[in-house]
């Protein structure tokens, strides 16, 4: 089984989203192949709707030539960057191609764009939209029907990662596919530990002591997006790796099978997350910080350190942030913790965004003809790698060019090294309602305002 998993892996690596992890506006702007960035930010254009026109001829146009309009909502708003610019490229690379084609786009940041999703969901969905392989997200959205089912043979020579369809399927059928396979890292400034004499932590004990001493140095250690909950219950998610190692699955299905979250596995996780916080590990103020403001500490210098996905690992490649910084952004996983039956090598990854195409589309051949266009293995895959956006769902050995960042390197040797994988993040296990409950409730034990008895039976009581 060790072999098989380092096998996947090995593949797996060679396709550095490196994915868990949105605001409504009746604005639109016109955008043509200078893609604008949808972050408030930068460019002030969060929220707004972008109209996106190509001007080329091509012979892959739709067979009757007529005028099509492709809707298409997006959880990427930062078009500039990372994964955004990928899929901009694609977009006006399509319309290019297809000269009667023209793609609208409608881009919120995560949280927004799950609230809208769900109001889109009665009224009517755009035609192609970005959804999640995870429970707590599509198994709503494939009992309501809202979704068209896709040719699986369609896509046997597109180098998908075996396994990463399954959690886009439903009964066999398949409805979506990935975009990303994710894990969760620490980002850290190497730079600022050597002048530091910092050193990066082989276990958690390690960890504290490493966040004590830079607090001490009148920095923040860790920069958490705690305000938007999901990204501390996936910091939550690795802690209880490293408690229950190759247990986790099981543990955390048996506990949202019977709504009974008392596994002393749960409980000692959920109590190191509380003790952390309570020590300073985080920004004063997490419980309420966006991601936008949680990285911004970290690229700008005010944090050491910085945990989020490894979609992420595209700040290596951004401009906007000084080379100083950008050049020495490196990156470890959860160290491991004193007594635990997770190994240093234990990680918890998963295949999370992707992209569908809406049943009630008017235009849903020519929506799947670009969905198919998308994942064409020289496009998201080629260009996510080439961007720095790091693990595609598709093999991406073929575009290694030997001039990846260390970044790019780095985790590319976490997942070659990995001995298991653990699967989805503990908030996506669950019914929505499940999820809603853990990332609501995950501020509250840990700032010590909720017991974490209370926590553990609150979300609970959410999978009842």
Wanted: aromatic share 8%; proline share 3%.
């Amino acid at each position: 089984m060790k072999k098989k998993i380092i096998s996947l892996l090995l593949t797996a690596a060679m396709t550095v989203s490196l994915l868990a992890g949105c605001g409504n506006s009746n604005n639109s702007m016109s955008t043509s192949g200078d893609a604008q960035n949808g972050t408030a930010t930068q460019g002030g254009a969060q929220n707004n709707a972008s109209t996106l026109s190509g001007n080329a001829s091509s012979d892959t146009g739709s067979a009757s030539g007529e005028a099509v309009t492709i809707k298409l909502f997006s959880n990427l708003p930062d078009r500039k960057n990372g994964q955004g610019l990928v899929e901009q490229m694609i977009i006006d690379e399509y319309m290019a191609a297809n000269q009667n084609v023209t793609i609208e786009v409608e881009a919120l940041d995560e949280e927004a764009y799950k609230t809208k999703f769900k109001a889109y969901a009665m009224d009517g969905m755009p035609d192609v939209v970005s959804i999640w392989g995870q429970p707590s997200f599509l198994d709503e959205v494939l009992d309501a029907g809202v979704l068209a089912e896709l040719n699986e043979a369609d896509y046997a020579d597109y180098d998908f990662i075996a396994g990463s369809l399954e959690g886009f399927k439903k009964d066999g059928k398949l409805y979506g596919l990935p975009r990303n396979t994710d894990i969760m890292l620490i980002y850290y400034n190497q730079k600022m530990f050597e002048d530091n004499g910092w050193a990066v932590p082989d276990t958690y004990d390690e960890l504290m002591t490493l966040c004590s001493d830079i607090r001490a140095a009148g920095i923040t250690p860790i920069a958490m997006d705690g305000g938007d909950g999901w990204p501390m219950a996936c910091f939550l998610t690795d802690i209880l790796v490293k408690v229950a190692g190759t247990d986790y699955a099981e543990i955390v299905r048996n506990a949202v099978a019977t709504g009974d979250f008392t596994a002393p596995e749960l409980q000692e996780a959920t109590q190191i997350l509380v003790d952390s916080a309570a020590a300073g590990m985080f920004q004063v103020g997490y419980d309420s910080q966006d991601y936008g403001t949680t990285m911004n500490l970290f690229t700008n210098g005010q944090a050491a350190m910085y945990c989020m996905g490894s979609w992420d690992c595209s700040m290596a490649l951004n401009e906007d942030i000084a080379p100083e910084i950008r050049d020495n952004i490196r990156a470890f996983t959860m160290p491991v913790v004193e007594g635990g039956k997770g190994c240093a090598n234990d990680i918890a990854a998963w295949n999370g965004g992707g992209y569908a195409v809406s049943a009630g589309s008017a235009v849903r051949e020519e929506a799947i003809k670009f969905l198919n266009y998308m994942y064409q293995p020289d496009k998201l895959s080629k260009y996510g790698w080439e961007n720095g956006v790091g693990m595609s769902a598709q093999d991406q050995t073929a575009y290694l060019t030997g001039n990846e960042t260390e970044l790019q390197k780095q985790v590319m040797d976490i997942l070659k090294n990995a001995t298991s994988v653990s699967g989805t993040p503990i908030n996506d296990c669950g019914p929505s309602a499940f999820k809603t409950s853990i990332e609501s409730e995950i501020q509250g034990v840990s700032n010590g305002s909720v017991t974490v008895e209370d926590f553990l039976a609150a979300i609970g009581a959410a999978c009842e």
